[in-house]
């Protein structure tokens, strides 16, 4: 398995422009999420879904737009870059039942918003 | 609902104790986790409390009387260098996402 799999690992914008953050599971977990890591402020929720067709909000929505229409893709779309988007993007997945508040995370995507 | 690490920075030498702090700020009974970022590797799980668990040496006991779940390793090794982040989920109920602190980047010196 492949796990967590995300894409692009590193990416540079302009302001204004829009581009997708690309993220898929191949471990059939129900639960999934967006993170962006912040030099001093940690991992911040951006986004989640509970299953396909089901989303979210978390502590950080603002700007960013997501949808999950297979149990297996969840994208995070920047719909108009601003240079505060500049961050480490980090999705995770996870089990419903068991063990589902560990998490399993990607690689992660660099953004540079310039 | 929140946990803090007020810890940014912590340098240790091998062969050290080392604590990285945590606490929490929680109504009920918390559910705590202690995740970890090697360099060039993926955030993973490194131990929960519920567990009781010692995993690469590491232990992590919850307090409710000074409502800290601090991680702790008697003698520090320098593989062990890394960002340490504290998480709990929000609620009480996962749904597969967690509140984590501010991270404390460990580095332990030979």
């Known amino acids: 398995n492949a796990g967590v799999t995300q894409t692009p690992k590193f990416q540079v914008l302009k302001t204004g422009q829009s581009m997708t953050l690309q993220c898929a599971q191949d471990m059939n977990h129900e639960y999934m999420s967006w993170y962006r890591q912040d030099p001093g402020m940690g991992l911040r929720l951006i986004h989640y879904?509970?299953?396909?067709?089901?989303?979210d909000q978390g502590e950080v929505p603002n700007g960013y737009n997501v949808s999950r229409s297979t149990t297996e893709d969840f994208p995070l779309r920047l719909l108009s870059a601003a240079p505060s988007q500049t961050s480490v993007y980090f999705c995770?997945?996870?089990?419903?039942?068991?063990?589902?508040?560990?998490?399993?995370f990607g690689s992660g995507t660099q953004l540079s918003v310039l | 609902q929140r946990v803090t690490q007020p810890e940014k920075l912590l340098s240790v030498f091998k062969g050290a104790p080392v604590e990285l702090k945590c606490n929490y700020s929680?109504?009920?009974?918390?559910?705590l986790f202690w995740y970890v970022q090697y360099s060039r590797q993926r955030l993973q799980l490194l131990l929960r409390h519920i567990s009781r668990e010692s995993i690469k040496g590491f232990t992590a006991d919850l307090n409710k009387g000074e409502t800290s779940f601090h991680l702790k390793k008697p003698f520090a090794q320098e593989e062990d260098s890394a960002m340490y982040y504290c998480a709990f989920p929000p609620g009480g109920t996962s749904y597969g996402k967690l509140t984590f602190g501010q991270g404390t980047i460990l580095t332990v010196h030979p």
């Open positions: 929680y109504s009920g009974s918390p559910e």
């Open positions: 879904s509970v299953g396909a067709g089901i989303t």
């Open positions: 995770a997945s996870s089990y419903r039942t068991g063990t589902g508040k560990k998490l399993f």
